[in-house]
């Protein structure tokens, strides 16, 4: 355990710059953005602020996050709903992701602090909400620019978008998966040699873990599709980039992350963006 954790302190540096690379850039977007909506649209920017401070102060009373993880959750929330502004917009799909995340986090509490594997009582860390939700918040620039830029449309809009849910369906399945599957899974194996581990080793995967992350992906997928301008195929090819992420998550922690040269939230930020690739790449084909 010690030696695990100096490898993460080591390893702390990609934390932060994952972090400092991601704000900054959902952060430009959303002071270019406000300032078009304070002149064109203002009651637009009221919602979004609205709406953003009260998911913020929600995670945090609910111990779901630090104070600083709820301000960066804050702004992704208001680049989501400048993204597509009204009713039917992306904040559907990220409630459901901390809904089923939270819930499959306190699920089984006792038996996850027994394996010593439950999560700090103080919640999330701001690197670990910019570790899973950043893909999702880049996505969601290229998605604005579409709406601004016409002829960035046939583009970045679609393409962009279905990235964005396959990101948000690989960062629900792989919290959903491993929370779950320590409590149900049993023994895990390790995705690359299939040998049995202790729960919560990197890169470790169980029948029961992986369902349960494909079921996360899908739910996500499925209320998108629900509310946004999205078919059932492009849905569906949203499900498939998210458990595909899923896979590489896994299998960048049975190799890179155990060797030391990735933490974890590096290994989520990559994988958000495996499964983000993969979604544009198959609705553009």
């Not at 953005?33 to 945090?60: K, M, T």
Request: with cysteine.
């Amino acid at each position: 355990m010690a030696s695990a954790r100096s490898e993460d302190v080591a390893l702390r540096w990609q934390s932060r710059l994952l972090l400092a690379f991601v704000v900054i850039a959902v952060l430009a977007s959303v002071l270019m953005q406000s300032f078009v909506f304070f002149l064109d649209s203002p009651w637009v920017l009221v919602q979004g602020a609205a709406i953003a401070a009260g998911f913020g102060l929600l995670v945090w009373g609910l111990r779901a996050a630090t104070a600083g993880a709820a301000l960066t959750g804050s702004l992704f929330t208001l680049a989501f709903y400048f993204a597509a502004p009204g009713w039917r917009n992306l904040l559907w799909p990220l409630l459901a992701l901390f809904v089923l995340t939270f819930a499959a986090t306190r699920f089984g509490w006792a038996r996850k602090e027994e394996l010593q594997v439950a999560e700090e009582r103080r919640g999330r860390s701001a690197s670990q909400v910019a570790a899973n939700l950043g893909m999702a918040g880049l996505a969601s620039i290229a998605v604005s620019a579409s709406r601004f830029f016409v002829l960035s449309a046939p583009i970045l809009g679609r393409p962009m978008l279905i990235a964005l849910v396959a990101a948000l369906a690989e960062a629900t399945a792989d919290t959903v998966s491993s929370e779950m599957g320590e409590v149900l899974g049993g023994e895990p194996v390790l995705l690359t040699t299939l040998r049995r581990v202790p729960a919560g080793t990197d890169g470790a995967v169980s029948l029961t873990g992986t369902l349960a992350g494909c079921a996360g992906a899908a739910i996500i997928a499925l209320i998108a599709v629900l509310v946004l301008p999205m078919t059932w195929s492009e849905g569906l090819a949203a499900t498939a980039a998210g458990v595909l992420g899923l896979f590489f998550d896994s299998l960048l922690g049975a190799t890179l992350e155990r060797r030391g040269w990735l933490n974890n939230d590096a290994v989520n930020f990559l994988s958000t963006c495996a499964a983000a690739l993969c979604g544009a790449l198959i609705s553009a084909a």
